[in-house]
């Protein structure tokens, strides 16, 4: 059984920064993408990053380019979101998602395209 577990979330002023992981069981990750998605309060859930399988490649999306950073250990089966200049917008539900696909050098910014998710971690931001 396949398993992706969050972690990191937490309440931090506007300026701040946290690290979140998302530790995979159940089957290796290493040759497939994946990703950080987010959802607040009556919104949808948005794409914030992904991540190649080889890690080579990332893609951000726009809010959060030049303040999140995607990152893997492939060796731990495990993807990281490093978060720094935390906005109030950023305040979020964040998941973590993997992909079935074997590919090193593909990046997927759709959640439809991913097929394992994680339970989410809050993340709130005061101003």
């Known amino acids: 059984q396949v398993q992706l577990v969050e972690s990191g979330g937490g309440l931090v002023q506007a300026g701040c920064s946290l690290r979140l992981s998302c530790a995979a069981s159940?089957?290796?990750?290493?040759?497939?993408?994946m990703g950080w998605f987010r959802q607040a309060p009556g919104k949808y859930r948005e794409f914030v990053a992904t991540?190649?399988?080889?890690?080579?490649?990332?893609y951000y999306a726009d809010s959060v380019k030049g303040r999140f950073t995607i990152s893997r250990d492939n060796a731990k089966n495990t993807v990281y979101l490093q978060m720094n200049s935390l906005k109030p917008g950023d305040t979020a539900v964040y998941y973590c998602?993997?992909?079935?696909?074997?590919?090193?050098?593909?990046?997927?910014?759709?959640?439809?395209?991913?097929?394992?998710w994680g339970q989410g971690t809050q993340v709130t931001v005061s101003s």
């Open positions: 159940g089957r290796t990750f290493s040759n497939s993408p």
């Open positions: 991540i190649s399988g080889s890690g080579g490649m990332a």
């Open positions: 998602a993997a992909s079935p696909a074997y590919s090193s050098s593909v990046l997927y910014t759709n959640d439809f395209e991913y097929n394992y």
